[in-house]
């Protein structure tokens, strides 16, 4: 039996991806090496957002070619966002590389696999979704579900619509089937995928399916039985409707936390980076999703050193995430990425500045997840429990439904959903115990 060895780079969408590359491959008879040594195909899915994922994938991919040199039948395959965003480059700069695909030809690979080709091929054209295809999951309770790919925005920073093409959602009757057939094989959480998931729906009447947008689809997930947690990423401010803020306070299964996109708090910066919302109304969808659900969880995505942005510009997002408070952030030095508008733009920020304003930035976010992570402290949680703790396997490790890693003392087993009395917090993770009480069922 032919063996194969996947490494991803980048975002929950890529693991979605992942999953499904396995689970294809798969099903025409491979199965999985638990390393690239022992593997007949190496694959990587990249990633074009984070610099720092192209170096550690270079230097992978140096390993890989390693290992070609001694096994010449071995197959390299490379997918994901930074193959689509180079195309046919791939094969010039790294000529041992049998095959290359975009996000949205992912079951191409097979037929490259199965086809006797010798020469190597690349695959870019958008074709189908990959949530389409079978899937093998991390968790058995734990599910993904690609709602839609690529973006109709225009964030002048960002690769995606050149990487992932237009929006295209799948339609309603799709998904709900998908997660139906999901939850009867034990997925108890889905997550919703998409680049710009709060858009769903849009390009539905107009491709001839029913009409629907993503509160519809927020609400059909939770009718379905045993979907006890619904989780979604990202969504974009602009689409941050009353009727997706009111699905939080009304649905049972849709948990407390929402990760909403900032990328500065300036509107000035946002103009320039094209992202359709000014720091006000930003503040206003923050407001009405507390009046709505008061202890929601909100997290968000920031940049630093746009081109362009001045001292004052930067205060304005130190300003803006003391006065949100956020349970926690991702926070991105700006890179300039190929085929964007951004990356054009004369005045870009010197190095050490981007470097002096992360590190004040890191401190206010850390700061104020750990102040609002105190809130939690006394309390008893809902935990879905994932396995040994990481630092500590005699200890457990799960998740709240605000989307906080809770590290506990107890006896669940991973899939279970267990109470957890919180004694402590960080701002990463919350420390508690199980509640034997609510075991027993007192
Ligand atoms: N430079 C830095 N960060 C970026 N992101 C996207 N493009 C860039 C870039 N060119 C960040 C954004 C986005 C997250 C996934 O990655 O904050 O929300
Ligand atoms: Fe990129 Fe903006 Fe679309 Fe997000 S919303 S994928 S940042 S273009």
């Known amino acids: 039996m032919k063996r194969y060895h996947v490494t991803t780079f980048g975002c929950q969408m890529n693991e979605h991806d992942s999953e499904r590359m396995k689970g294809m491959l798969e099903s025409i008879g491979y199965a999985e090496a638990p390393d690239a040594d022992g593997a007949d195909l190496i694959l990587f899915n990249t990633c074009s957002i984070r610099e720092a994922a192209d170096s550690k994938f270079l230097a992978h991919l140096g390993h890989a070619k390693r290992r070609k040199r001694e096994r010449p039948d071995v197959v390299i395959g490379v997918g994901g966002c930074w193959a689509q965003s180079v195309k046919d480059e791939v094969f010039r700069k790294f000529p041992f590389v049998d095959v290359a695909f975009g996000p949205g030809q992912v ?8 086809s006797d080709s010798l020469s190597a091929q690349g695959f870019f054209e958008f074709e189908g979704f990959t949530g389409d295809l079978p899937e093998k999951r991390a968790r058995e309770f734990q599910g993904w579900v690609q709602i839609s790919v690529g973006c109709n925005m225009a964030c002048s920073y960002c690769i995606v619509p050149s990487t992932r093409g237009r929006d295209v959602g799948r339609p309603l009757e799709t ?88 990328q500065s708090g300036s509107s000035a910066v946002l103009k320039r980076m094209r ?27 920031i940049i630093v050193g746009f081109p362009g942005e001045t001292d004052d510009d ?6 803006l995430c003391e006065e949100v408070a956020y349970d926690g952030a991702f926070t991105f030095v700006y890179s300039p990425r190929r085929h964007t508008e951004a990356a054009e733009f004369e005045d870009q920020v010197p190095h050490e500045v981007k ?22 402290v006394g309390r008893t949680l809902e935990v879905l429990v994932e396995g040994p703790s990481r630092t500590d396997p005699t200890r457990l490790r799960g998740r709240s439904r605000h989307n906080k890693v809770v590290n506990f003392t107890g006896l669940a087993q991973p899939g279970e959903y267990v109470q957890v009395e919180i004694e402590s917090a960080t701002s990463q993770t919350l420390m508690g115990e199980e509640s034997l009480l609510s075991r027993v069922g007192a």
């Open 107 to 114: 079951h191409k690979l097979a037929e490259f696999l199965t």
């Open 175 to 262: 998904l709900v089937a998908d997660v139906e057939r999901m939850a009867a094989e034990g997925v108890s959480e889905v997550t919703l995928l998409g680049q710009n998931v709060n858009a769903y729906g849009r390009d539905l009447a107009r491709r001839g399916f029913p009409r629907a947008n993503f509160a519809d689809l927020l609400h059909a997930i939770d009718a379905i039985e045993g979907i006890r947690r619904i989780r979604y990423t990202s969504p974009h401010p602009q689409d941050m409707k009353e009727d997706v803020i009111r699905a939080h306070a009304e649905l049972p299964a849709l948990c407390e936390h929402v990760h909403l996109p900032l």
């Open 275 to 301: 992202r359709t919302y000014s720091r006000e109304r930003y503040l206003d969808r923050v407001a009405l999703l507390r009046e709505h659900v008061p202890d929601v969880a909100l997290t968000t995505d």
């Open 314 to 319: 930067f205060e304005q997002t130190l300003s």
């Open 355 to 376: 470097v002096e304003r992360m590190e004040r930035l890191v401190e206010v976010i850390q700061r104020n997840a750990r102040e609002r992570a105190q809130r939690f």
